[in-house]
């Protein structure tokens, strides 16, 4: 079974930081390569791609949005990924969320591209 569970999220001021971690059951990362994404989704707003990494090989892929403030990275033998931001903004605020597509997935930063999400964490960025 693929599990996901996000945490890490809270309330920070603008320019402040925050990592997220997405821990995944063995199996997400034992049986086979895959993408895990983190995405966020803003009231009112579609659900959008952030960062994903392909656990195979670490490479990694972020939006436009966030290049230059966060980072993914994964620790294989914790099952984890995390999410490093840094420089927050007001705008950063949403409920972020992890996921896990398959080995290979046309766009990483497509939602439409993953199976299995977790059930999110707040992250709240005042000015």
């Known amino acids: 079974q693929v599990q996901l569970v996000e945490s890490g999220g809270g309330s920070v001021q603008a320019g402040g930081s925050l990592r997220l971690s997405c821990a995944a059951s063995?199996?997400?990362?034992?049986?086979?390569?895959?993408?895990i994404g983190w995405f966020r989704q803003a009231p009112g707003k579609e659900r959008e791609g952030v960062a994903a990494?392909?656990?195979?090989?670490?490479?990694?892929y972020l939006a436009d949005s966030v290049k230059g403030r966060f980072t993914i990275s994964q620790d294989k033998a914790k099952n984890t990924v995390y999410l490093q931001m840094n420089i927050l903004k007001p705008e950063d605020t949403a409920m972020y969320y992890c996921?896990?597509?398959?080995?290979?997935?046309?766009?990483?930063?497509?939602?439409?591209?993953?199976?299995?999400w977790g059930q999110g964490t707040q992250v709240t960025v005042s000015s």
């Open positions: 063995e199996y997400t990362y034992s049986y086979s390569s895959k993408y």
């Open positions: 996921a896990a597509g398959g080995s290979w997935v046309g766009y990483p930063l497509g939602r439409r591209e993953y199976t299995y």
């Open positions: 990494i392909y656990t195979g090989n670490g490479i990694t």
